[in-house]
């Protein structure tokens, strides 16, 4: 059973939301399109970059998306301007490090039981250790405009993914360090929303912000496995529940791709 570690608690809050998605029945809009944008401008970054070079990458398929109106193509654009330079300045930062890129949309396999884990991590950055071991961190660049809180990042199910996969060598290194002992370094999202990087704390102010997951520990590794395993057994089943009491009932949320199915004059009929 392939398990998608962006999608994993998906499937974990909504059953029915997870496989109407899965299967084709889900929607995307305008923000998906332009989170899709700025990853492929990280990705074709080199270096340093400035953010009109950033800008330049997504204005060149800017053309492939709908907007509803003028007025909110140009505000969008404004936002891409302002997340490019958080993300210009967070280049900057690595380029002035001792980190080196070992790898962009990395491709993660990794086999547990009958649950299969494979996705796609945005950048992978090593650094050499002083024993001669090498450091490989993920890092997971988030467009949108909710952070998880504090109590929620040691167990973001992304990210222990992605540690997971680091301990067992999953992932696709490239260059020379490929084939040097590697170690975990753990995993982080790169927050670059402008309503979310200026929240109060260490890094307030800052152009992009970065929460750390705490290192995956034996425990930590064996609780998600088992989590996973879990998650495989509602992905490989026949049916799936919808569990009206998050997102699809909920009057001030957006809703799911299951919504209509819960809707009683549909649901009984």
């Not at 494979?118 to 450091?135: F, T």
């Not at 979310?196 to 890094?203: C, F, I, L, M, N």
Request: glycine share 10%; hydrophobic share 40%.
């Amino acid at each position: 059973v392939s398990v998608s570690p962006s999608r994993l608690e998906d499937a974990e809050r909504c059953p029915l939301d997870w496989a109407i998605s899965t299967l084709g029945g889900g929607s995307t809009g305008v923000s998906q399109g332009i989170g899709t944008l700025l990853h492929r401008a990280l990705e074709t970054a080199d270096g340093a970059v400035s953010a009109e070079e950033l800008v330049e990458v997504v204005a060149a398929e800017w053309g492939g998306l709908v907007f509803e109106a003028e007025w909110e193509a140009e505000r969008k654009m404004e936002l891409v301007k302002d997340m490019a330079r958080g993300l210009a300045d967070y280049l900057a930062e690595f380029e002035g490090s001792n980190r080196a890129v070992v790898g962009r949309e990395a491709k993660l396999r990794l086999e547990i039981d009958r649950a299969r884990i494979v996705g796609v991590a945005d950048r992978l950055e090593a650094r050499e250790l002083a024993d001669g071991r090498v450091e490989i961190s993920v890092v997971d660049l988030k467009t949108g405009a909710t952070m998880p809180s504090g109590p929620e990042l040691p167990t973001h199910a992304q990210l222990q993914a992605y540690q997971l996969g680091l301990i067992h060598h999953a992932f696709d290194i490239e260059g020379e360090m490929s084939a040097a002992e590697t170690v975990n370094g753990g995993a982080r999202l790169l927050f670059v929303y402008p309503d979310v990087r200026t929240t109060r704390g260490p890094e307030a102010g800052s152009t992009f912000r970065q929460p750390t997951q705490p290192l995956l520990d034996d425990e930590g590794q064996r609780v998600f496995i088992e989590r996973v395993a879990a998650v495989a057994e509602v992905m490989a089943a026949g049916t799936f529940v919808a569990r009206v009491k998050h997102h699809c009932s909920d009057p001030h949320a957006l809703g799911g791709s299951c919504r209509l199915h819960v809707i009683p004059a549909v649901s009984h009929a």
